[in-house]
Structures are given as C-alpha cells and as structure tokens.
C-alpha cells in the first residue's frame, strides 16, 4: 500500500472512532476515575446478594433498551437520543432496594453528587471512568463487569459507525428524511442493548465463578448468559444489523 493511500485510511480509521467516542462521551464528570484508581475489594460469598441484585438491575436494563430499540423502529417511535432515552427511564423504573442502599455506604456519599444513574461512563479520550463512591461501595466483579459494558459502548460504536457510513453520509445530504430520525436514537439503543448483555454475562460468570471457588456460597439458581456480539472485520455488517434490529446470531 503506497504512503499517501496508507495515511487517508488511518485518518478514516481515526474518525470513526473519533465519532464513536464522541457519541457516547455525553456527560461525564470530571471526577470520575480509571479503572486502576477504583478503589474496590474481591468479591466474596457475603456479596452474592448484592451481586445478584445488581445482575437483575441491568437484564432489566437491557430488556427494558430492547424494547426502546423496537419502538424506533415503528412509526411513533423516538426520533432523537434524548427520546429514546426518556422513553427508557420510564420503563426501567428504580435500582433495587438492595443496590440503592448499597451505594449509599460508599465513604464521602453525597445525594447531591453520587447518583446510580451515573456510575460510569468513557470519557472523550476513550478511557472507562467510574464514581469513586461506586468503586467504594461495591466488590471488584461488579466493578469489572461495568468495565466491560463501557469498553464495549466504545467497541459497538466503531462497529455501528462503520456498518451505517453509508447512511451517514446519505444523511449528510438529506437530513430531512424520515429514516435519518431514527439514526440517533438507534445508535443509542442499539449501544446500550449491546453494553448491557456484555456486562450481564461478565457478571454472571464471575458470579459462577464465586460459587465453584468457594464451597460455602449459595444461591438460588444460575443467571442469564446473554450472547455478546464479537469481532469487526468483514463482520461489519451483519454485526450491524444485529445491533440495530436485534437479530439472533449464528
């Protein structure tokens, strides 16, 4: 390949995930810390509630985004990324009593600053940054399947940007079209439909791995293990229409 064809497609490789992170990098506060500041513990046996809690907070999530992704779908569905994600908070109702109250025993919570509709995000740089006091409150799987929801709104970004760059660029020139509304508010929740099933099943095995590790934990029965899109390559496509449309994979 010569030099100057070289450069153009690492510039186009740069953009796209330029225009990844910047879709998600939406609101995060500037004291929010990398992974490696998150100040956290292992996992043991007295956390399988809290962890199993936490498990059933976010399949709810992803259930709850499935259908906001089905919704845009139709003719009176969301139009924006705003509206799609209204249309979520008031299907996904409040975190558990469990988790709520467990978030609150973070030291330095403060109700004006620490909220679980918050814990953490990735920053413009590409970087998953999480609240102290999340870090604080819960044990290390539940910090590292959050870990995994953030990497993979990076990675479901690249793979949807690069999937619609057609639709992109026809919606550059005919913003007005019907099918542009829904672009936004279809990237959002197609990312978070995907974030979601890669944090379920990240805790779901750590959780499995707890009670093969340790003979006393029990629990009550296994958890979802949803299937987590992989890959980008020439799987571009077909991933993309399994992110937008929520097709079954192979």
Not at 5 to 12: E, H, I, S, T
Not at 145 to 152: I, N, Q, W, Y
Not at 212 to 224: K, L, V
Not at 235 to 247: D, E
Request: glycine share 6%; proline share 7%.
């Amino acid at each position: 390949m010569k030099a100057q064809a070289r450069f153009k497609l690492v510039l186009a490789a740069s953009a796209i995930v330029s225009y990844a992170l910047v879709a998600h990098a939406d609101d995060v506060p500037s004291w929010f810390v990398p992974v490696e500041q998150c100040t956290t513990s292992p996992c043991e046996c007295v956390d399988l509630p809290t962890m199993k809690a936490f498990l059933a907070d976010q399949t709810r999530a992803r259930d709850a985004w499935e259908t906001v992704r089905r919704d845009i779908n139709t003719q009176t569905g969301p139009r924006s990324a705003a509206a799609a994600r209204a249309l979520f908070n008031s299907r996904l109702g409040a975190a558990s009593p469990d988790i709520a109250n467990k978030f609150t025993t973070c030291p330095g919570y403060d109700p004006a600053k620490n909220t679980l509709t918050k814990i953490a995000g990735v920053n413009a740089s590409g970087v998953s940054v999480f609240d102290p006091c999340f870090c604080g409150a819960f044990c290390k799987d539940i910090i590292d399947a959050t870990l995994v929801h953030e990497k993979m709104h990076v990675k479901s970004g690249v793979i949807l940007t690069l999937g619609a760059m057609h639709m992109l660029a026809f919606c550059k020139a005919f913003p007005s079209h019907a099918e542009c509304g829904k672009l936004e508010p279809l990237f959002l929740a197609a990312s978070e439909v995907a974030s979601h099933d890669a944090g379920v099943k990240a805790l779901d095995q750590g959780i499995r791995k707890l009670l093969e590790a340790t003979e006393d934990c029990t629990t009550d029965g296994g958890a979802p293990s949803p299937i987590v899109p992989t890959g980008v390559g020439n799987r571009v496509q077909s991933l993309f229409s399994r992110f937008v449309n929520g097709a079954p994979p192979p």
